[in-house]
């Protein structure tokens, strides 16, 4: 048995190569990034082949080890160089993401160090750094001091988090959900309604209400469909209000659906996920009113906040149905100290191998400072005014409903033939050629095109660059 074990030993060292081993797999590293980086300017925003990653299946994982820069070469061919370019400043689709350079510094030394930052007792300083950036960002959306919350993987967890805690806030079991009433508008991302199903609450009725010409929530018919559940003996318990939709940016009005929430006892649960990061701005706080009042809310930090992809957040005013939705003991746990202040995260999630991915987001603030992310958050809400404004000296184009947040929907009037077809086709050109990447949308039947202005390397040239693309793929397609 020694002898194996001396064996063995010999061959899982392999798994921590030494300095020497580590200097060229750092130098290979930091060249291919940089590589990128310096490419990325003029690199395309969507990249369509073939059968995009295919090429992996002749690049199995080995028995034996392979050479560090054969990894790079098959990474570089086969996944960042296919599909869309999320680093890009002319990725406008869906709702963009970003990748900053010293928010994937963190990601970096978090994989390093390897901290733990579920329970305080393991990692005290990792899970000081999650509840700092939590505590900052309530502060900002403008919930209260002793606000809470949890940095998840990203929007849906985020959303689960959130409506396991309004469930335990209304004290509902299992026999109370087919009366439960949830409120959403017909614009609502349908997260929200997967996150019933996966928190068990598949029977809760869900009312979709309908909204106004600018896409937002009317608040009388959701009175009327609140009345209307109370008359049939059921339960009106949770409001999910939007601010700022995937389909046109729009916010619902909030300060009007927190008035609701109170009259009836809803639980409001803001889908702030795209937008609610516009509330560092002035401007944002003025369209994002009523954000506040939020029991809880959820934004994506990999959205408004520029960080790379895998970081949301849900904050919560009330800790305790937080806390009794997530919180276990287990056995081979040591007790935290009575006294002790700090929240572990473990009390305010499903998860428990947490990382510290804090770290993605709270660096960069560190390094750049909060006033940085203010002026880029305010430089995209003026561009989608700029866009628009654009948009609606163009010739032949239906400008849509004016940007509320930084999403603008849009499409082109043919002289002739199906206009739907003929902006799919516009579509079809752009991503073909790769050069900028929009996505498109329904809207009451209608097919749109979408600009997306949020990734942090969209500036005013990005924007002309696409909206010049546009006049001249329709053009010559007219």
């Given amino acids: 048995m020694l002898d194996r074990l001396k064996n063995l030993e010999a061959q899982s060292r392999r798994l921590d190569p030494g300095a020497e081993e580590r200097a060229p797999m750092w130098e290979a590293a930091r060249k291919y990034g940089e590589t990128f980086l310096r490419a990325l300017p003029e690199a395309p925003a969507f990249v369509l082949k073939d059968r995009p990653g295919a090429g992996l299946v002749d690049f199995p994982i080995p028995e034996a080890g392979r050479p560090f820069y054969g990894i790079l070469n098959a990474l570089s061919e086969h996944v960042d160089g296919v599909g869309a370019n999320g680093a890009s400043g002319r990725h406008l689709a869906f709702i963009p993401p970003s990748s900053l350079f010293a928010g994937a510094l963190g990601d970096l030394l978090a994989a390093i160090t390897n901290r733990y930052a579920a329970y305080f007792f393991a990692g005290p300083g990792a899970v000081r750094m999650e509840n700092q950036v939590i505590a900052w960002l309530a502060r900002e959306m403008g919930l209260p001091e002793g606000s809470s919350g949890n940095l998840a993987s990203g929007g849906s967890m985020a959303h689960l988090v959130g409506i396991c805690t309004a469930r335990e806030a209304a004290g509902l079991k299992a026999a109370d959900y087919a009366k439960a009433c949830v409120y959403l508008s017909d614009q609502a991302h349908h997260c929200i309604v997967k996150a019933l199903r996966v928190a068990g609450m ?89 954000l506040e009042r939020s029991d809880s809310l959820v934004l994506d930090p990999h959205k408004g906040l520029f960080t790379s992809l895998g970081l949301g957040a849900v904050l919560v005013r009330h800790l305790d149905p937080l806390r009794k939705a997530h919180a276990f003991r287990a056995d081979y746990l040591p007790s935290p100290p009575e006294d002790l202040e700090e929240l572990s ?83 079809d050109r752009l991503t073909a050629e ?45």
């Fill in 202 to 290: 598949g029977e809760a009725p869900v009312r979709e209400i309908p909204t106004d010409a600018d896409f937002r929530l009317r608040p009388e018919a959701l009175e009327a469909a609140i009345q209307a559940d109370l008359r049939a003996g059921l339960q009106p318990w949770l409001l999910v209000p939007t601010a700022g939709t995937t389909n046109t940016g729009a916010v619902d009005p909030l300060e009007a659906c927190a008035d609701l929430a109170a009259r009836h006892g809803l639980w409001m649960h803001t889908d702030g996920a795209y937008g609610a990061s516009f509330a560092l701005t002035e401007p944002g706080k003025a369209a994002l009113l009523g």
């Fill in 434 to 478: 790769g050069r900028v990447f929009l996505s498109g949308t329904r809207l009451n039947g209608a097919f749109y095109l979408r600009l997306a202005i949020l990734a942090a390397r969209t500036h005013k040239g990005e924007v002309d660059e696409a909206l010049d693309l546009l006049q001249t793929e329709a053009s010559k397609l007219a």
């Fill in 345 to 427: 995260p473990s009390e305010t999630t499903l998860e428990f191998s947490k990382h510290a991915r804090a770290l993605r987001l709270w660096l960069p603030l560190q390094l750049h400072g909060v006033a940085a992310f203010r002026a880029a958050l305010e430089e995209k809400l003026l561009l989608a005014r700029y866009a628009y404004g654009r948009l609606q000296e163009m010739p032949g184009v239906d400008p849509g409903p004016a940007p509320q947040l930084s999403i603008l929907a849009f499409r082109f009037l043919p002289p002739s033939g199906d206009a739907d077809a003929f902006n799919q086709a516009v579509l």
